[in-house]
């Protein structure tokens, strides 16, 4: 009765939002704000119909957000079209290196000496609600291929940077607790492996395989003449899981894997049509989320001008774009769903504090905190430190915590505090992402 109701929530939810959606979409309110309401009226705060034990669940919840993730990242990367050389790309790595570390000290000292939590879990939670979330930002991630602006851009590569970049900080924050303290003898331990080993690891692991693979896919189906007849999901699937699997298995990242896995196979298919602004490239525009056009029409319109290239390269990106976005926006709309039953069990008043120096002083001082130059104006600046959203990633490592030797006593704490700080980013973030974004527009115009 437990799965059959499940499955019933589940599609009432998304019966829904497909019935409102036309509503939604000129309302300042996000997907992830309404799934996280509807969880809490079908959890104990409403109805009382569903219930769902976090200690007990740990296991499948790790892999489920795991692979919400994974796909969520894997989008990201295809999204980002650029050259790696391009300076806007100092944005992303700004973002997901300085930005992130000086998130994570200042939160873990606020956690320390605000709220006395200890040194070990300050610097786990701090670890876990660090990284922005590639899910739930869809709306401030880039719109299509030819979306070069700083802001959007630089968001799309943090969140699928630091989603693996974090990773490092959450074992040594359990690796602080389980040695009571800091010792020379793991810490450089640690630092070789998960840091300087783990991380370009993982990197450049996925880059070359989605690169070469992207361009071996792209030189077949020229040869064999079945550029719009071709499998596209199968290859999205295969993809993700090659390039995880294949950093586990050197000890790099799997996260990191994937998302450079999707930005090597848009790298091939940018080589592929010759670097430059062709309508081809327009075949391959369709926005996660939101799209525009449908991948089955990719291909109406002029098409006389075009490449087999281009052509070719244009529908495998519309179809993974729109594959990849279906299952994220499948595994958001669950998840969010979820945390709103269980918000109730695992609320933590002290969590409207912790999010109010999260969102409002750590992170938009760790932005302004970094020379920037010319890349971004103060605005863009002050935007980038608002639009730090918290979501499915930061619960993916509250679970792996919970399943790699986090107590009892001290995963309450952080179970707590980190699913009442998402709730609070999911709908600070949600009820004021459109207004603002639409202001900008407007500004811009």
Not at 57 to 78: D, Q, R
Request: glycine share 10%; proline share 4%.
């Amino acid at each position: 009765m437990t799965f059959i109701l499940w499955m019933a929530v589940l599609g009432m939810v998304l019966l829904t939002l497909a019935l409102t959606s036309s509503y939604l979409r000129w309302m300042p309110v996000t997907t992830s704000a309404v799934c996280l309401l509807l969880g809490m009226g079908i959890g104990p705060l409403g109805v009382n119909l569903l219930h769902l034990d976090i200690q007990g669940s740990a296991g499948w919840m790790e892999h489920l957000t795991e692979v919400a993730v994974l796909f969520s990242l894997f989008v990201s990367g295809l999204k980002l079209r650029l050259p790696l050389h391009h300076r806007i790309w100092r944005i992303a790595f700004g973002l997901a290196g300085p930005v992130m570390l000086l998130t994570i000290l200042g939160l873990c000292l606020a956690l320390h000496y605000v709220f006395a939590l200890p040194w070990g879990l300050s610097l786990l939670v701090g670890a876990i609600l660090a990284p922005t979330d590639p899910v739930l930002a869809g709306l401030v991630q880039v719109n299509n291929a030819q979306d070069y602006d700083a802001l959007r851009f630089g968001l799309s590569g943090e969140a699928g940077l630091n989603d693996g970049t974090a990773f490092p900080f959450v074992i040594l924050a359990l690796l602080f607790m389980q040695h009571g303290g800091f010792d020379a003898n793991w810490l450089s331990g640690w630092a070789l492996k998960n840091l300087l080993w783990a991380v370009p690891a993982g990197l450049l692991m996925g880059y070359w395989m989605g690169r070469g693979i992207g361009r071996v896919t792209l030189w077949m189906r020229i040869t064999y003449a079945d550029s719009t007849l071709s499998p596209n999901d199968y290859l999205t699937l295969a993809l993700i899981a090659l390039a995880y699997v294949a950093a586990e298995a050197i000890g790099g990242y799997g996260f990191l894997s994937v998302f450079a896995a999707g930005l090597g196979l848009r790298q091939a298919e940018f080589k592929s049509t010759g670097h430059t602004e062709t309508p081809a490239e327009h075949l391959a525009l369709p926005v996660v989320g939101h799209l525009d056009i449908e991948p089955e029409k990719a291909l109406q319109g002029d098409t006389t001008q075009l490449a087999d290239t281009q052509i070719a390269a244009g529908v495998m990106m519309g179809d993974m774009l729109a594959f990849g976005g279906l299952v994220e926006r499948s595994m958001e709309v669950f998840l969010v769903t979820l945390l709103g039953v269980v918000l109730a069990s695992h609320w933590d008043w002290r969590a409207l504090a912790v999010a109010a120096l999260l969102f409002c002083v750590i992170r938009p001082l760790s932005v302004l905190a970094m020379p920037w130059g010319n890349l971004m104006n103060r605005r863009q600046r002050s935007l980038v430190g608002w639009f730090g959203i918290r979501g499915i990633g930061s619960v993916y490592y509250l679970f792996y915590a919970l399943n790699h030797g986090l107590s009892d006593s001290t995963g309450a704490v952080a179970v707590n505090l980190t699913l009442s700080v998402i709730a609070l980013s999911i709908l600070a973030h949600g009820l004021s992402t459109q207004p603002i974004l639409a202001h900008e527009h407007r500004r811009s115009c």
